[in-house]
């Protein structure tokens, strides 16, 4: 968690929650909203194309397991929204596989893309102000939540939106037997995913993300 002397602690808190849901709710809206533009309404038709907050939170990934992170004082926090409903035979019979891939990495666009105004807005803020100060903190907790998830969704395990989109660039290419591997591993994603970020593995797969920041800040 980033921190800002001379800051109250719960104004810390309020911009690391609200940093977080802009990334994780706006992550999920893109995947909807590409769909959409695909021709596929079953996210606008199911209300998860709006802003709302309420409509996407997962009380597991958007609640739980970031409080559990936050009280046991992990360096970042990390969660979810609940997915956004996609018609993947709609979006693949409108554009094909290109439509498919561009699904998929919408997400994770919206993060790289947020995390990148961010930091430009970063230089036009005046931190010796009070207000200039939260709005900092919140636009630095925006870029490392943003960057955590680019990096995180990027992963080729599945059900993670990296696995779908070189699932779908593979297929493209008729090349199958990785979508093969990846649709038999989906089940056991969750536990793979558990394993990697419990033990001393995630250092090595969120190593992009320290490069990452580095370059943005």
Not at 15 to 25: E, H, K, N, Y
Not at 207 to 212: D, F, G, S
């Amino acid at each position: 968690m980033i921190e800002i002397e001379g800051i109250d602690p719960l104004y810390q808190i309020i911009t690391l929650i609200l940093a977080l849901l802009v990334a994780i709710i706006g992550h999920e809206i893109m995947h909807g909203y590409v769909a959409y533009r695909y021709g596929d309404f079953t996210a606008k038709n199911a209300g998860r194309l709006s802003i709302n907050p309420l409509v996407h939170i997962d009380p597991i990934g958007s609640i739980l397991v970031p409080g559990l992170l936050y009280i046991s004082g992990a360096p970042f926090l990390f969660g979810w929204a609940k997915p956004v409903p996609v018609d993947s035979y709609v979006v693949l019979k409108n554009g094909g596989y290109n439509a498919g891939i561009a699904v998929s990495l919408a997400g994770i666009a919206y993060n790289f893309a947020l995390a990148i105004l961010s930091v430009l807005l970063l230089e036009i803020i005046n931190t010796e102000e009070f207000f200039g100060a939260i709005v900092a903190l919140f636009l630095l907790q925006l870029t490392l939540y943003n960057v955590v998830l680019g990096v995180f969704n990027l992963w080729p395990i599945p059900p993670l939106d990296g696995s779908r989109a070189l699932a779908y660039a593979c297929l493209k290419y008729r090349f199958v037997s990785l979508p093969r591997l990846f649709g038999q591993l989906e089940p056991y994603g969750m536990i793979i995913l558990v394993a990697i970020l419990a033990t001393p593995l995630s250092q090595w797969f969120f190593y992009p993300v320290r490069l990452i920041l580095g370059f943005l800040l």
